[in-house]
């Protein structure tokens, strides 16, 4: 499985932009870029995926690099909600049901 | 939609003692997993299945674990004999495919089950 690399915690501040990054330096092409986050005891929930462009929706968006070997997941204004573990993973978009969680990035809200 | 559903939320069992966890996926769903979370190992896959039917069970822990899934809308995890070490929040999630190469599909989780097994 090809794997992510990710910084262990993040801090950022209410109402500001918050960019997590994440490396995949040996992603294959049918790999997609998938990015959940587990709020605190709750089950994971998914945030955005993407394969080679970049992405938005109502939660993110997910800048991906021109090689792809990296990509960055942007919450644009974080809120306290937002205060989570966030886990950039890749699956395999040929065969591959499975998701492969990594440590993720715990990212912290102040106020 | 209720979600997935995932029954008992909070069990407290003995070592030795049978546990069974269940699930309900949603409605309509053709992916069933099974997680388990602990601090040490983080979040792990113990096994998945496609139309009712495991595809991949390689990450259940050993003989101990076992899952079924006897239709479309429930699945059990069932632990005979517990024992301490299999004390973890377990997870449930469902997706939807629909037999065709998956796109990045959405796992819905559920809120999963806390186990403690004194």
Redesign the interface.
């Known amino acids: 499985d090809a794997k992510t690399t990710q910084p262990n915690s993040m801090e950022s501040n209410e109402e500001e932009p918050v960019h997590l990054p994440c490396n995949h330096s040996t992603i294959s092409g049918t790999d997609?870029i998938?990015w959940?986050r587990?709020l605190p005891s709750?089950?994971?929930?998914?945030v955005i995926?993407?394969?080679t462009s970049n992405v938005n929706n109502r939660m993110a968006s997910l800048a991906i690099a021109e090689d792809r070997k990296s990509s960055t997941l942007i919450l644009h204004r974080a809120t306290l909600r937002d205060a989570a573990v966030y886990?950039c993973i890749l699956?395999d978009?040929?065969?591959?049901?499975?998701?492969?969680?990594?440590?993720g990035t715990t990212v912290t809200v102040r106020a | 939609d209720a979600g997935?559903i995932q029954s008992p939320r909070h069990e407290v069992t003995e070592m030795g003692q049978e546990v069974t966890l269940r699930c309900k996926p949603i409605s309509g769903h053709d992916?069933l997993?099974w997680y388990r979370q602990t601090m040490m190992r983080?979040?792990?896959?113990l096994i998945?299945f496609?139309n009712n039917v495991p595809?991949?069970d390689s990450g259940m822990p050993e003989d101990r674990f076992s899952a079924k899934m006897p239709n479309a809308s429930f699945s059990t995890l069932k632990i005979q004999p517990s024992e301490p070490r299999d004390s973890a929040v377990y997870?449930c999630?469902s997706?939807f495919?629909g037999g065709s190469?998956?796109?990045?599909e959405?796992?819905?989780?559920?809120?999963?089950t806390r186990l403690l097994v004194l």
Do not use: M
């Not at chain 1, 709750?42 to 998914?46: F, R, T």
């Not at chain 1, 978009?93 to 499975?98: E, F, L, Q, T, V």
């Open positions: 997609y998938h959940y587990q709750q089950g994971p929930e998914y995926h993407g394969l886990y699956r978009g040929s065969n591959d049901y499975k998701l492969s969680f990594g440590a | 997935v992916y997993f983080g979040l792990e896959l998945y496609n595809i991949d997870f999630a997706s495919a190469r998956p796109l990045g959405t796992q819905y989780f559920g809120p999963g």
